[in-house]
């Protein structure tokens, strides 16, 4: 989902949206509702085609492992491309300007990780789950049950996020009550999910990756269009427009604490690595070779993307920070009409009218939509292949009665997102998005990356550290100032830092190494040897379907 650039889309939305003055609001928007409602029947109608795909648990979590590459990759983009990264970073980039840019890029960075580290490994050991990779050569029991705890945390956190981000966006763009846009997203969600499985939510996060690159960049035409297609004068009247003046060129005011700043680094990029949606989608593709292709074309795309924002955002600042008819009262420098997140949305009103502003609402719900489809598919994964088939059936389930589980466990969820959903409409929830990347930080990514690179990993340190690891990333950002202090309303916080990823995450590998090194059981000493083996499959793919030696 994602990290930083969802937080700070929350960020606006949960502290102003329970004040939000009804003149601030968007009035209803015909076009943007057709246009979504379009949408919605296309995706439809790919459900209903995928249903007819969809006959055996691999074509449900995997789409069989049939997608190509590049339209892999084109998923993959589409699974962390988001409503939140187009209104959020944009707007931050609005109001900050180059500290927006280091936080865009920032976000970035995880995808070199997967590439070079993990996703060869990613397909030849693992099948339809992250939690075939961690229990591969360790206990499949209690290491499987952990790491499908540890992945529906992160995707229940997340699921709050995105289903109070969609029912705060369609409340604004759309006019819908809120209440109503939380049930229509969920519901939508357990249609691709329940009927097409992993091939309807690969098309859906297809067409609305297709959709936001290619919106994004006709709004960038149109704004370029404006300044000659001159970056010079775009940026040299952004700076004689904007209010900070020649200090949005460069580093200023946020994250000035150094730990902060590199904790937050620390969960950006290694959160994007443990996130179970994004490594679910290495297991569609056929082979190894197509999982590097995968994240080499979503790098490049998602990389697009991000410039785009970018160029957005500043020239939001001149287009938008100047026109009156875009403020509550017509009033410069107040607030923004919709909130402090819409200044593109704003942008495509004013360079493509409401024809433009309907189909850029359209596609930033739409993008909603593809994100919880993914999210449910992955929690759904660990409670039908982990933890029934693996863990209570002892592998023994048959392919029927597994992905009935797995439709009943994405109903389950999908009921629960709403009604979170609904129970957090006024709640400041950003701090949710900052404890999902740090949990997946802290638990997800060390069990992960030391059972594909390190011998010594046993389960013994692999429950420890994994324990660990969530104990303190929960902690941590509960004793926050982001919490203790804003949420709690307490004077002062026991810990000092809002990113909890420096020290959770290193306590995570201390312990499980700590422990593990320790460890000399019988059973140690048969995972340790079971190491070479598994070095192998990650080179060759040569067995990758076996179950663990346990």
């Known amino acids: 989902m994602k990290p930083v650039l969802a937080l700070m889309l929350c960020a606006g939305l949960g502290t102003a949206n329970a004040a939000m003055p009804a003149a601030a609001q968007q009035p209803l928007n015909p076009v943007a509702i057709s246009m979504f409602g379009l949408f919605v029947a296309f995706t439809l109608g790919i459900t209903w085609w995928a249903a007819g795909k969809t006959r ?15 339209m892999n990759g084109l998923a993959i983009a589409g699974d962390y491309m988001s409503a939140a990264t187009l209104l959020g970073m944009s707007s931050l980039i609005f109001a900050k300007g180059y500290d927006g840019f280091v936080y865009l890029i920032s976000g970035f960075i995880g995808w070199p990780i997967i590439m070079f580290l993990m996703a060869e490994r990613l397909r030849n050991l693992g099948r339809f789950t992250f939690a075939d990779i961690a229990s591969f050569r360790l206990d499949q029991n ?52 329940i009927f097409g499985g992993m091939v309807a939510t690969t098309w859906v996060q297809i067409i609305k990756a297709a959709l936001l690159l290619g919106g994004g960049a006709m709004l960038m035409a149109l704004a370029m269009s404006r300044f000659g297609f001159s970056l010079d004068r775009l940026f040299t009247q952004a700076v004689a427009a904007h209010k900070d003046g020649i200090r949005i060129m460069g580093p200023g005011s946020m994250l000035a604490d150094p730990v902060s700043a590199f904790s937050l680094g620390l969960g950006l ?19 190894a070779q197509a999982a590097r292709k995968s994240v080499f074309v979503a790098t490049g795309l998602i990389g697009l993307f991000f410039l785009i924002i970018a160029t957005l955002g500043v020239a939001s600042i001149v287009v938008v920070g100047q026109d009156p008819q875009f403020f509550v009262g017509g009033q410069l420098g107040g607030k923004l009409i919709g909130g402090s997140n819409m200044p593109v949305m704003h942008l495509a009103k004013a360079l493509g009218g409401d024809v433009f502003f309907g189909f850029l609402s359209a596609v930033a719900f739409a993008t909603i939509l593809a994100v919880v489809s993914g999210l449910v598919l992955a929690g759904a994964s660990s409670v039908s292949h982990d933890l029934y088939a693996r863990v209570i059936c002892k592998g023994n389930a048959s392919i029927r009665s597994e992905v009935l589980v797995s439709r009943g466990a994405a109903v389950v969820l999908g009921l629960i997102a709403i009604v979170l959903g609904i129970a957090f409409k006024d709640q400041n929830v950003a701090f949710l998005v900052s404890l999902t990347f740090g949990v997946a930080a802290s638990v997800n990514f060390p ?22 690891g969530l104990v303190s990333s929960v902690s941590l950002v509960v004793l926050s100032p982001a919490v203790w202090v804003k949420v709690f309303g307490n004077p002062t916080a026991p810990f000092p830092y809002d990113h909890p990823a420096l020290f959770s995450m290193s306590a995570a590998f201390l312990v499980t190494c700590l422990v593990s090194v320790l460890d000399r059981s019988a059973r140690a000493r048969a995972e340790q040897r079971a190491y070479s083996g598994q070095f192998i499959r990650a080179h060759t793919g040569i067995g990758a379907d076996s179950a663990s030696i346990h």
């Open 56 to 70: 055996t648990a691999s074509d449900f979590y995997t789409a069989g492992g049939g997608i190509s590459g590049n």
């Open 142 to 193: 209690s290491v499987r049950t952990f790491a499908a705890f540890g992945s529906l945390t992160v995707v229940c956190f997340y699921l709050v996020v995105q289903m109070v981000g969609a029912g705060q966006l369609i409340q604004l763009l759309f006019g819908l009550e809120y209440h109503w846009a939380v049930v229509i997203v969920g519901v939508l969600m357990m249609v691709y999910v």
């Open 269 to 287: 990029m290694f959160g994007t690595a443990g996130m179970p949606h994004i490594l679910m989608r290495f297991f569609t593709v056929p082979d």
């Open 447 to 468: 069990i992960l990356i030391l059972s594909m690179y390190w011998k010594g990993l046993t389960t013994r340190g692999a429950l420890a550290g994994g324990l660990v």
